[in-house]
């Protein structure tokens, strides 16, 4: 069996994928600082498919115990997922964002080139294309103009990941998320970061269970169909599903070609935060709490994708519903 190393595996993303991986007969290897996680993730993996992946709490920053991971194993691609991800938080801490997101990254590519791991499925976000331009968004649209640090991190690394295909011969799938959301299905691994969510649906999630009173809604003056923000959200077994194309699409690539592929992985439709809050109000059988604040430093009024290019190259769609998404997500919490 392959092994994988998966950085930021015990996070939200990265376990769904770590699983995704075991249940494809890959091995995965996980490296994670639990800094938005707990080791109790593992014992949920374990229950799901009956193997307990080896597990590194490592920080990617720290360059010395990153390494003695790559002299212990002999990877055939990475999967990296370890990042610090909150739009609004990265505004009020841009300096932290640089540095995790960049720095830790520079290292894993260094022991990747160094230890002749060149393959790699970056997690990048719809946060890199020009907020000047209009949804939908495609592959071919300008990046850049970035509204805040976190996506001005993926906008930095995904150039570096392109002199690395032109340098170092990488060869690179990237993939730019819309909004992940929803659970596994045996509700074992979802959406629960520690403190307060900064993402829509787990703080919905802990309104509906009494750990928050209210939703924040940041204004509902946008020029969109109800005044709120919309976003593009996508079950995380869809995302993950994406993954797995992309692994297969690296894997059945000659080894002795380079490239740096671009793929969006969302529906191609959005959903209003005021749409989110209703249809779990349906779900939940009573009304969901919100209430109006003002508008968030770095957020659009409207990001969705247009997801041909991976329909068409990798054969991957979204398949599931996002009141599915939102009901394991409910169930997810209900079963904590």
């Known amino acids: 069996m392959k092994n994988i190393l998966v950085t930021g595996g015990t996070g939200y993303i990265g376990s769904h994928g770590v699983v995704a991986l075991i249940e494809s007969g890959y091995t995965p290897i996980i490296v994670d600082n639990l800094s938005n996680s707990s080791k109790e993730v593992l014992e949920n993996i374990q229950k799901i498919t009956g193997i307990k992946p080896d597990f590194y709490e490592i920080d990617l920053r720290d360059y010395e115990n990153l390494e003695s991971v790559f002299q212990k194993y002999d990877f055939e691609a990475v999967l990296h997922f370890a990042w610090a991800k909150a739009v609004g938080e990265s505004s009020e801490k841009p300096f932290y964002y640089y540095e995790n997101n960049i720095l830790g990254s520079l290292n894993l590519f260094e022991l990747m080139e160094q230890y002749d791991c060149k393959k790699i499925i970056f997690s990048s976000s719809a946060t890199v294309y020009d907020s000047i331009k209009s949804p939908p968004f495609v592959e071919t649209d300008m990046t850049g103009n970035t509204t805040n640090p976190y996506g001005t991190t ?3 690394i995904e150039n ?6 032109n340098h170092k011969s990488f060869q690179v799938v990237n993939l730019r998320y819309f909004n992940p959301v929803g659970a596994h299905k045996s509700w074992l691994i979802g ?7 900064n993402n829509l649906l787990p703080f919905i999630m802990k309104v509906v269970v009494g750990e928050l009173p209210a939703v924040q809604v940041f204004w509902d003056d946008y020029e969109t169909k109800d005044g709120t923000g ?4 996508i079950h995380v077994l869809d995302l993950i599903d994406g993954h797995l194309k992309a692994l297969n699409f690296i894997e059945k690539s000659q080894e002795n070609t380079w490239f740096f592929e671009v793929f969006n992985l969302g529906t ?13 109000s349906e779900i939940i059988g009573r009304e969901v709490l919100y209430s109006i604040k003002p508008r968030r430093t770095g957020d659009l009024p409207s990001s969705f994708c247009d997801p041909l290019k991976a329909e068409k190259v990798l054969g991957w769609k979204a398949q599931i519903s996002i009141k599915e998404a939102i009901e394991d997500s409910y169930n997810f919490m209900k079963k904590r």
């Open 230 to 233: 919309e976003r593009d959200y």
């Open 268 to 280: 191609g439709s959005a959903t209003s935060v005021k749409e989110m809050i209703q249809f779990t």
């Open 191 to 197: 959406e629960n970061p520690n403190g307060i969510p």
């Open 160 to 165: 570096i990941l392109k002199d690395l295909v």
């Open 154 to 156: 993926k906008f930095l």
